[in-house]
């Protein structure tokens, strides 16, 4: 080779190799063993279609950004951990450069002696700068872990500590109003119900489960008086506590066996208040064997493909616009802790992109109780119709609102009982 291409040739390789760029520093190791390693989002999501492709790709030289997830289920339970993971793919989708990763089943059941703090470190040592923990159960051990890292963001999904004054200037909470979703949800259940018996399947009981339970029983008794036109007092509505938001064996009740109790019992509707799928599955068994039960499950938009014939609904959590939102604004330097507690788009209560509860009607409705459903969910989602006026009384008959009064949000968010009508405890024993 002549001196002159032998020199084109080493130019060329200089370059190759500049463009390329030095290899990144490994993240260090973490001081303790990991519970579990973070999991990067596998190329598509369990059950769901992906999201769509970003509509901007990152600037050329941009930092990727990792956020990180503490999940308390399985990331493909059908319900509310399968709603929080799709909505980090929405994030991924459409904030560019942001990358997820996750580590999910942190519960007791599944990894005994495992703390919130732990496991954030895990994520933090992988690269994370935003973590978002999805249980109203990690309250605790996530102001621990955004106190250890007040460089990292952190978001509670459900609690309250920017309300109460206990939270870092690093902490945000988000929640949405489901409780306009469980009212569409009762509402479908009576309209259904051949019986007038309606079963709630609850997960444990603090003041999101009771508020969620009343907002159901309310959207209930108002379509069954009002719309339907039955006597007060003839509608049955019981609610059973399983302990926790998904069965854990030897600790909770089995709610596949309370789900087949309230069948036994005479109830035709199974509404779910927890993370799982067991109301429709058992509903589909019993209709399978020449019973007629409807359910109406929760938490994830899909769920009804369980069993499309026997489901009235799905009311579900859409996360990930405000999640973009909120990474975003952290990645910008534009971070603030509050607490949000988010309702449907008026408009369009099933716009992926900027409504935070959506409902979608189940195959099971007939064409005429989907038509007046569609009229109560205008109503209620537009504030026409406010469910929580008075009068109304708690289940040990003192008064929760005087007549012609409307809750406000806090009498709402810290529900201290029941409400007359309901049969089933206010209080964990």
Known sequence: ???????????????????????????????????????????????????????????????????????VGPINDGGWNQAHYDAARYV?????????????????????????PQVVDELVAQGARFIITNSAEFVDGTLE?????????????????????????????????????????????????STGRLSYLGALIDPETRRLVNSTYLGAKHCWEQVRGQPAGSLSFEVVWIGFWFNIP??????TRVATDFINAGSDVIISGIDTTEAIVEANKATAAGKTIWAVPYDFKGACAVAESVCLGVPYFNWGPSYARIIGDARAGTFTSQWEWLGPDAADMNNPDTSMIGFVPGAGLTAENAA??????????????????????????????????VASDEQIWYTEQLLEGIVGESAAE
């Open 145 to 193: 872990a955004a106190a250890a890292h007040p460089d990292v963001f952190f978001l509670h999904a459900s609690g309250d500590s920017v309300l109460k004054g206990e939270a870092p200037a690093n902490l945000t909470n988000l929640m949405g109003r489901m409780e306009l979703g469980k009212q569409i949800a009762g509402c479908a259940a009576a309209l259904q119900s």
């Open 372 to 405: 007046a459903l569609a009229t109560f969910s205008q109503q209620v989602v537009s504030g026409e119709l406010n469910l929580f006026t008075g009068p109304l009384n708690y289940q040990n008959g003192s008064e929760y609102l005087a007549a012609g009064a």
């Open 92 to 116: 991924e989708a459409n904030v560019p450069g942001t990358r997820f990763i996750y580590i999910d089943k942190v519960n007791p059941a599944d990894k005994p002696n495992v703390t919130v």
């Open 1 to 71: 080779m002549s001196p002159i291409r032998l020199l084109t040739a080493l130019i060329a390789m200089m370059l190759a190799v500049a463009a390329c760029g030095a290899p990144s520093a490994p993240a260090e190791a973490p001081t303790s063993a990991p519970a579990e390693a973070p999991t990067s989002a596998p190329a598509e999501a369990p059950t769901s279609a992906p999201a769509e492709a970003p509509t901007s790709a990152p600037e050329p030289g941009a930092e990727e950004y990792i956020f990180g997830m503490v999940l």
């Open 250 to 255: 030897g600790v909770t009740l089995d709610p």
